[in-house]
């Protein structure tokens, strides 16, 4: 009867530290996916925030696309815009579904006017349909000023035409020397 007892107690223990073996290392597991996660998002190529010379700038002409790991340095928006261009973002659009998983992508411009992105290239915003969309930016193109929108507040917002053949608007013209030659 003793060897029963002992024998059941050794089989208990025994599991009892399995268990704790197997929960330990599903826990590492799980912090592992997290410090995994951690690292790409911090490995994701950020915008840069040093900006051409003019010179380097004059370069660009329409069309030009600048993917986003090779992109060093951003154009001199106001030179772009005294010879009639503007920076275009290239972007993909996700959408997410309702566990947050990435669906349909659309790659697309846009002219950044309004959005804001964090120094990754990353945003999310809730579409009309209450669905999530995580929109990264891929690179830049170079693209024409099509047309020129004079706002209420004195502002003037430059315009392109992307490549589905509709019109989308940029950020406000900011070269001096522009806006003295519009106003």
Same mark, same amino acid.
């Given at each position: 009867? &003793? &060897?029963?007892?002992?024998?059941? /107690?050794?089989?208990? !223990?025994?599991?009892?530290?399995?268990?704790?073996?197997?929960? /330990?290392?599903?826990?590492?597991?799980?912090?592992?996916?997290? &410090?995994?996660?951690?690292?790409? &998002?911090?490995?994701?190529? !950020?915008?840069?925030?040093?900006?051409?010379?003019?010179?380097?700038?004059?370069?660009?002409? !329409?069309?030009?696309?600048?993917?986003?790991?090779?992109?060093?340095?951003?154009?001199?928006?106001?030179?772009?815009?005294?010879?009639?261009?503007?920076?275009?973002?290239?972007?993909?659009?996700?959408?997410?579904?309702?566990?947050?998983?990435?669906?349909?992508?659309?790659?697309?411009?846009?002219?950044?006017?309004?959005?804001?992105?964090?120094?990754?290239?990353?945003?999310?915003?809730? =579409?009309?349909?209450?669905?999530?969309?995580?929109?990264?930016?891929?690179?830049?193109?170079?693209?024409?000023?099509?047309?020129?929108?004079?706002?209420?507040?004195?502002?003037?917002?430059?315009?392109?035409?992307?490549?589905?053949?509709?019109?989308?608007?940029? =950020?406000?013209?900011?070269?001096?020397?522009?806006?003295?030659?519009?106003?």
């Amino acid at each position: 009867m &003793k &060897k029963m007892k002992r024998l059941f /107690s050794l089989i208990l !223990a025994s599991t009892m530290g399995m268990g704790l073996v197997g929960c /330990s290392s599903s826990a590492n597991e799980e912090e592992t996916t997290k &410090k995994t996660e951690t690292v790409e &998002k911090e490995e994701t190529i !950020a915008l840069p925030t040093e900006t051409m010379s003019p010179e380097e700038t004059l370069q660009l002409t !329409a069309g030009t696309e600048i993917k986003l790991e090779d992109l060093e340095k951003m154009p001199d928006e106001a030179t772009l815009e005294e010879n009639n261009l503007m920076t275009t973002y290239n972007i993909v659009n996700s959408f997410l579904d309702e566990n947050g998983e990435k669906g349909k992508e659309i790659e697309m411009q846009e002219g950044l006017g309004v959005c804001e992105y964090d120094e990754h290239g990353y945003r999310e915003q809730v =579409g009309s349909d209450g669905k999530t969309q995580e929109i990264q930016i891929t690179g830049i193109t170079i693209e024409e000023i099509t047309n020129l929108v004079h706002n209420n507040d004195g502002t003037i917002t430059k315009c392109f035409v992307d490549d589905y053949d509709q019109e989308v608007r940029g =950020g406000n013209i900011i070269s001096e020397k522009l806006l003295a030659e519009l106003n």
